[in-house]
């Protein structure tokens, strides 16, 4: 039967996530343009677009503004508008100030507002009813990630006849810590609309079915459960949730075309010439997020330097650290802290030639990236707590000489398909000096086995694989069973 709430909606596949998949570009003339927005989600999900006639419902990154849906290369858009006071709760405040603390281990303190809460509710809504007016009868959608928790649950009682994928970015935190959400339950019955639900680990999948357990008291058997609406009095409108893991990964071909163009490879050879043709360049890419552990990571390398292990002009550290959610409260804090840690250090060790960390607070064109990870010989992963990593995984797929060597925090996603890296704890400051110093010394024939077990795991599980295998999962889910 035809559901009231599809008239006029026509898209089979539909994209759901905080953020449109384009970035506006403003010209000389004053003029604004869009340009499809970097990274593997983006550039994995374009060719599904194009075939499957699909829309992609998010928000500009603007306040207060109103577009109507557009199109842009692939891509049907459809954005939701965000006033300033949303920006500042429902973005700022409870998707980064409440949800992303909690979710990383409490690294940074969460701020519990019921403001922001109801700020969430209000915007997650307005998502839902987007992505009803937009999908066609029957058609599939895919929520991404923790600042739409709610909409999975509010799009099945607008439109029942859909199904829904959800996909978790970000870890999923043990019940512990989940706990202290005062909203815990309303979360868990949001995510519990959907038909499948992906994380990055396994870990995370079962902290989730522990929570779902313990405050909604349903059990999953072998990552499935049946959920019924709320108040229901039998099973007929109850449907199958399913849990798994699907770890991301990068656009391997896109990074491996860029890494071999020579002009990719003479700017690697430049960078190394203007740092002073160092022995030893490390690398750390992050966006400036206390979650990455860059602290750690600089007051290791710094000790390095006092213990006279590393030598400035022979060893450099490249910190590009690209600015990120520049008005929350920790983000100041941090940025305040790293940016003290760097000028001491190089107040102290920097040489007229030379400096000891080359600190960077910008983002940079993909082609820059590539090039720097092919100019470095060791790259720093330091996460404390991250869903993934991509940067790693980039890392490995640009170095198609097998040069280079990986330190890659045990706290990472990438971790469990990186195997081969040079595991550390973070907060281990011991530890981590010494691994630092293990990747430099590393005999080269023992570093090239290691990259070479590691490129084979990136590049036969690129971002194409991880959408494939949860589309097809999530298909298999509503396909009835013909033996
Ligand atoms: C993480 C999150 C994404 C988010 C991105 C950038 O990767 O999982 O959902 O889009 O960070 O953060 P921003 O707040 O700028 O969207």
């Known amino acids: 039967s035809e559901s009231p709430n599809s008239e006029g909606a026509q ?27 970097p990274g593997g989600l983006v550039s994995a999900l374009a060719p599904v677009m194009a075939t499957n006639d699909g829309a992609w419902v998010g928000w500009s990154g603007g306040a207060d503004e109103s577009l109507d849906p557009f199109d842009h290369d692939v891509f049907h858009l459809v954005p939701v508008r965000l ?31 019921r403001t922001w809460w109801n700020a969430y509710k209000k915007v997650n809504r307005r998502f839902a009813e987007a992505t009803a007016a937009t999908a066609a009868q029957g058609a599939t959608v895919w929520i991404q990630d923790y600042q739409l928790q709610l909409v999975p649950r509010m799009l099945r009682e607008l439109r029942p006849d859909l199904t829904i994928g959800f996909f978790d970015h970000i870890p999923f935190p ?53 959920i019924s609406p709320e108040g229901a009095e039998n099973d007929d409108d109850a449907w199958t949730l399913k849990v798994a893991s699907y770890p991301i990964s990068i656009d391997v071909a896109a990074i491996r075309e860029m890494a071999a ?23 750390g890419v992050d966006r400036l997020d206390y979650t990455k552990g ?15 292990a590393l030598t400035v002009g022979e060893d450099v550290l490249i910190q590009v650290a690209s600015p990120s959610r520049e008005r929350v409260e920790s983000y100041k804090l941090l940025r305040e802290q790293v940016e ?25 064109p993909f082609q820059e990236m590539v090039a720097l990870y092919l100019a470095t010989d060791v790259m720093l992963v330091t996460s404390l707590r991250d869903g993934m990593n991509l940067v790693a995984k980039e890392y490995v797929a640009a170095k198609s000489d097998g040069s280079g060597r990986l330190v890659l925090s045990e706290f990472t996603g990438a971790a469990e398909q ?43 599980h690129d971002v194409n694989h991880w959408q494939d295998k949860f589309l097809q999962d999530l298909t298999d889910l509503k396909t009835p069973e013909t033996s």
């Open 340 to 364: 003290g840690m760097v000028g001491r250090l190089n107040g102290q060790y920097d040489t007229m030639e030379h400096t000891a960390i080359r600190y960077l607070h910008h983002g940079y």
């Open 418 to 460: 990186l195997k081969q890296a040079i595991l550390v704890n973070p907060h281990d400051i011991d530890e981590l000096k010494e691994l630092i110093l293990l990747a430099k010394d590393m005999p080269a024939d023992q570093a090239r086995r290691r990259m070479r077990a590691m490129r084979r795991q990136v590049l036969t």
């Open 174 to 226: 043990p019940l512990e810590i989940f706990a202290q959400l005062p909203w815990r339950r309303a979360v868990l019955e949001g995510l519990t609309g959907a038909d499948l639900i992906g994380f990055q680990r396994p870990g995370d999948a079962q902290n989730f079915m522990r929570c779902v357990r313990r405050y909604l008291g349903v059990t999953f058997r072998h990552g499935q459960a049946r």
């Open 11 to 37: 898209y089979d596949f539909v994209v759901v996530s905080n953020r449109l998949p384009v970035d506006r570009v403003v010209d000389d003339t004053g003029d604004s343009t869009w340009r499809r927005s």
């Open 83 to 113: 006033s300033a006071d949303e920006v500042g709760q429902f973005y700022e405040g409870f998707s980064n100030a409440t949800l992303w603390p909690l979710y990383h281990d409490v690294i940074a303190p969460p701020e519990f507002h």
């Open 261 to 283: 163009k020579p002009e990719t490879q003479e700017r690697a050879q430049e960078i190394r010439r203007e740092l002073g043709d160092p022995t030893t360049v490390f690398l």
């Open 294 to 308: 860059i602290r750690h990571r600089i007051k290791a390398y710094g000790e390095l330097l006092e213990d006279g």
